[in-house]
């Protein structure tokens, strides 16, 4: 039995509240027996069991490793010219520094696009990882995660780092150090040409070159 969960993630203060009327940070849970993948639950991250706020809540969820695949719609990495000393640990350390924000459990995205442009000046607005580029090229909507206007990825970065930083970067690695595989999850995109109608991509952690395609996890729209 094979067990994968998708996570609508955001970089916003608002959908971390403990009580929300139309929550929009939600679990996606789906099991596959050998006959077929299904989806087993459905829940906003408030529904998570705990009595701290929700982001940690969620920390603790993906600290106790209960799947085989995890997919979060947030990025993993700053571009490599970005990357402190070019390692993702390195990176971490430096973001574990920082302050989290007023209104979230995590810092600022700004603060994440200041920390890239600490190591390297940007070269243009929006910088692209590999990874992100690949699937830009392919029609697919990828934010950069040094960008903080509209649209931007930073925000999404923040957190997710800050995800990492809770329970150390050797957790959110290649399979290699974990006894489960950490994956960067696309949101829905214009995949028609890919045969996947309203499903979402499973692509193994990358820091920079092309992900897989591995798989797919429909859930509902």
């Known amino acids: 039995m094979s067990r994968f969960v998708g996570i609508d993630f955001?970089?916003?203060?608002?959908?971390?509240?403990?009580?929300?009327?139309?929550?929009?940070?939600?679990?996606?849970?789906?099991?596959?027996d050998g006959y077929g993948t299904r989806l087993k639950g459905l829940m906003p991250v408030q529904s998570l069991?705990?009595?701290?706020?929700?982001?940690?809540?969620?920390?603790?969820?993906l600290a106790r490793a209960d799947f085989d695949v995890a997919?979060?719609?947030a990025p993993f990495a700053l571009p490599l010219v970005h990357l402190p000393d070019g390692r993702r640990s390195e990176l971490l350390r430096r973001v574990s520094l920082l302050p989290n924000a007023i209104d979230r459990p995590f810092p600022r995205g700004a603060d994440i696009v200041a920390l890239g442009e600490a190591v390297a000046p940007k070269a243009e607005a929006k910088p692209l990882r590999q990874t992100e580029q690949y699937w830009v090229e392919r029609g697919v909507n990828a934010r950069s995660t040094v960008w903080c206007g509209a649209r931007g990825g930073a925000p999404f970065a923040a957190g997710s780092f800050a995800c990492d930083r809770a329970f150390g970067p050797t957790?959110?690695?290649?399979?290699?150090?974990?006894?489960?595989?950490a994956c960067r999850g696309l949101p829905c995109g214009p995949t028609s040409s890919m045969g996947i109608a309203s499903s979402g991509l499973f692509e193994i952690l990358s820091y920079q070159s092309p992900c897989r395609y591995i798989g797919k996890f429909a859930y509902p729209n």
């Open 10 to 32: 955001s970089g916003a203060a608002r959908p971390w509240r403990p009580l929300l009327d139309r929550p929009t940070v939600w679990l996606a849970v789906a099991e596959d």
């Open 49 to 61: 069991q705990g009595d701290v706020p929700p982001f940690d809540r969620l920390v603790q969820f």
């Open 71 to 73: 997919a979060i719609d």
């Open 171 to 181: 957790v959110l690695a290649l399979g290699t150090n974990a006894t489960w595989l």
